[in-house]
């Protein structure tokens, strides 16, 4: 029997925790089972209580504290011990059936998604190749003001195709709090964000003419800071970034804003049609009791 679910992935303040919380609500309100998990053993405050939380097994804090390891070691540590303790997974999570879209919460650390096959071992525990036959999705969130510094917008458009690439499972990406932005960029100019491509550095704001003694210092002190952040060499690279993106074509992004119903229903339609959840379910029959006269009461 197949099962459906979804990892929320993303950096830190991204807003998974907010996407998880306004889905499930979305799910309840339209009578639709769901099993939230968390993956996150550093998280503490839910709107909605995990039916399944790592902190159960391990947690980050007792990591750190027992094994003297910093927040990034620790956290790779839980999910190596996880992948030792699969049944902690498979347990609650082999008896749902396929009405249920499982929700997986996931940590902030991006290193788990895009260059330590931590990630993929557990992917395909879960999938179709493992023992739980889960039709998954990946959901990658990136803040919305990201764009607002193209730099750091390519930065995170790259990190959502390299967890493409490295997890290789069904992928929406999508722009989470597009309610901080919207006052500041214009629709149009929005659209072409959705869409990475190279033109997007071709008219960056943060670049500014280099003339004068600021082009003479830039070629006479890399180090200094202004070369290093708006310096031919940080162009370059950024440039190279961002044409490398371009040639793979596989990011696109879709807006989020949490707080309202459509936009959350928008983003759950892809996921659906991404695990081709409503194939799955049964047909409803129609109701056959109705009885409809269909005798002309005027002949």
Known sequence: ??????????????????????LIQYLRNNKRSCFYVNLDPAAEEFAYEPDLDIKDLISLEDVMEDMG????????????FLLENLDFLTEPLDPLTEEYLIIFDMPGQIELYTHIPILPTLIKHLTRTGALNINLCATYLLESTF??????????????????????????????????????IGKRELKRFLDPDTTLLDDDPADGPATGRGAAEEDGDPASQDNVMRGSSFKRLNRAVAQLIDDFSMVSFLQLEAQDE???????????????????????EPNDEIEVDWEDPGM
């Open 1 to 22: 029997m197949s099962k459906f679910g979804m990892l929320v992935m993303g950096p830190a303040g991204s807003g998974k925790t907010t996407f998880c919380t306004a």
């Open 69 to 80: 390891l910093g927040p990034n070691g620790g956290l790779v540590y839980c999910f190596e």
């Open 147 to 184: 764009i607002i510094d193209r730099a750091k917008y390519f930065a995170g458009t790259l990190s959502a195709m390299s967890a493409m690439i490295m997890l290789e499972i069904p992928h929406v990406n999508i722009l989470t709090k597009m309610d901080l932005v919207k006052g500041d």
């Open 262 to 284: 459509e936009s959350v229903a928008s983003i759950l339609s892809y996921v659906d049609d991404a695990i081709q959840f409503h194939e799955a379910q049964e047909p409803k």
